[in-house]
Structures are given as structure tokens and as C-alpha cells.
């Protein structure tokens, strides 16, 4: 299973941006898919997670500015980003909860990580 991300970019303070991440390889689907960001020399933090019927979840400080959504039939989870500060200037990586059922274990599952993609806010 491979995630891709796309959308990251350079924006001014205040500024918007899409992020995509498709999702290839994922036979049985996919659960859970989020969004997680990490600055260089700290640890990585979740920015907000959706789940297969569209339950979401979003870190305090992206409430009311972030949007996550998926597209199930393409394997895509996106984050509309909106009123962008330069403390959202980061790495973003996009996360998947992959079911890989075996015989012997028919709930095995997998969390993959894309490669990330930079967002950088101006002040």
C-alpha cells in the first residue's frame, strides 16, 4: 500500500490550501485516514482523522480552520486548510489504517505514512 501526497506549498499568512493524499495498493479498503504534521526537531502531532462513514476528529489548534474529508470509491483523503498562520508551517503527512486480513488473521491491519509534503506560511 502506497499513500501520495500533494498541495503542500508556500502561502501567506491567512492564505488557503488543499491537501490530497491517494491511497493505492489498499485491496480491502481503507479505515481510519488522517493527517498528522511534524516541525523539524519535534515530535509529529495529529492534525485531525476521518474515519470509513465520515466521523472526524481535529487537533484543538485547526478546529474551524481545517476540513477533512475522504472520497472512499477513490481512496483519497483531502485537508482544506484555511486561514493558514505561520504556525501551521510544517511537514504534513497523511496516514491510513489499511485492513490486510490473513486466515489466521482475519482483523490484521497496517498504518502506512505517505512521504509528507511542506507547507510553509509567510507572516
Not at 490530497?20 to 479505515?31: Q, R
Request: hydrophobic content about 35%.
Amino acid at each position: 500500500v502506497q499513500l501520495v501526497e500533494s498541495g503542500g506549498g508556500v502561502v501567506q499568512f491567512g492564505g488557503s490550501l488543499r491537501l490530497s493524499c491517494a491511497a493505492s495498493g489498499a485491496s480491502f479498503g481503507i479505515n481510519d485516514m488522517g493527517w498528522a504534521r511534524q516541525i523539524p526537531g519535534k515530535q509529529r502531532e495529529l492534525v485531525a482523522t476521518i474515519s470509513k462513514v465520515g466521523y472526524t476528529v481535529y487537533a484543538d489548534s485547526v478546529k474551524g480552520r481545517f476540513t477533512i474529508s475522504r472520497d472512499n470509491a477513490e481512496n483519497t483523503v483531502y485537508l482544506q486548510m484555511n486561514s493558514l498562520k505561520p504556525e501551521d508551517t510544517a511537514v504534513y503527512y497523511c496516514n491510513a489504517d489499511v485492513p490486510i486480513p490473513t486466515i489466521e488473521s482475519p482483523s490484521n491491519h497496517l498504518e502506512v505514512w505517505g512521504q509528507g509534503t511542506p507547507v510553509t506560511v509567510s507572516s
